[in-house]
């Protein structure tokens, strides 16, 4: 696979699949000149674990290549693929990720011949759509994908944070029951409640819940049978032991708090008061996935389940977790507002900027790729998003 931008031979820039025993190491050197930012303060890196493939081994068929100058390794991307239902259809879907040009050598058309040559390999494999996930901010991510690779914004969902209360569990409100789910069951529920509601439902959902980071499903209800309609379920993906975090530079009214909290430590400790999770050492998360409420007091049903799963994130592998994440899609009407008001967040962390792009790989002719395209601005309103683990 070739691309050129230069006259010199040298200057030939040359896509191939990644191999690990060659790139690990250079990989790195790429990943590291690459580090995003959330926003202007908080700068997050993330340690592999020595994997740089952890993020995508998950899912059923993925792929990682290489962009190469002479002998030099200059940029990156992953794929994973799996199917999905997108608008009652199920359907192949290509997650475009962890796309990386050194700074030195952008602008120069590398990006766009990574993705090109990743949508390649995806039409190889029958996938029907392409997707990937940046910030709203992003304007190199969002000038490639939207402004020069034909990809269209159609989702806009927000991710709550929230850190780990090192110090103690909450404590869950008596009138609420909380029930872990076998596998079977969860899938069975998931496919009966959520799967019409969402759109991206996983079809593999089984494989799922039965992965090992996967740590369970569980489903609030209320004691009293008064108020047996309103229930609420959600699900447990452990990222730590695939991928771990930390913050390089952190708000600046963290690091205050985080100096006050540890001045005041004892104290705090004397008054009950919540202390700070150390999030300048790597760490780990728990993300909350398939969050689903049903009737009309399930708020306080999900908020009961986020406690819940706190709770396990605080005892958890001798403290690994640190924060407690929640995708939730924004626009899709009242049920996700209610997520957005009772899943506890702290702002500092968390971003409302997360922006999904799509695009169709299998359209013939402008009149078909017209209606794909008003197939998913439809899906945009009418349904929220199905976040899947494996893509965190
Ligand atoms: C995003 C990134 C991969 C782009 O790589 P690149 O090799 O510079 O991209 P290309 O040269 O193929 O750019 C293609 C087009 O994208 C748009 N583009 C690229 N960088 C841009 C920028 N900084 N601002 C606005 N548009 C930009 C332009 O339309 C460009 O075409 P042009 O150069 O003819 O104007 C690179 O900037 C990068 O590694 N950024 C940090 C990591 C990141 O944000 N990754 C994306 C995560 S989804």
Redesign the pocket.
Known sequence: MMGQWGEEDDEKVVIRCYDDRRDRIELECVEKS?E?GHNDQTLIFTDTLGDPICRIRNTPLFTMMVAEVGNKLV?SIKGSVKPVEFHDKLVKVGY????????W???????????RKLEEWFVSHNVDYAY???QKD????????V??LGYVVFKNPSILVNPVNPSGGLKLPSDIGIRKLKVKEAASWYRRYVAPKTEFFPDDIDRILRNKLSIGTWVAYYKNSDNIRSWAMLSVWNTSKVFKLQIGKSPLSYLLLTKVCNFLGRFLQFLRLSSLPDLFTPFGFYFLYGVHAEGPLSGKLVRALYEHAHNMAASDDGGACKLVVVEVDGEGGEDDESLLKCIPHWKMFSCDDDTWCIKPLKCEDEMSCLSEFTKMSLSSKSRSLFVDPRDV
């Not at 475009?96 to 700074?103: D, E, F, H, K, N």
């Not at 050598?105 to 590398?110: A, D, M, S």
């Not at 992003?138 to 994908?145: I, R, T, V």
């Open positions: 690459c995003i940029g475009v990720l962890g796309l990386r040009v050194v700074p050598y952008r602008r120069r058309g590398i990006g766009s011949t990574l993705v990937m996930a940046t992003n304007d190199a991510s969002l000038g490639l994908f402004g020069t």
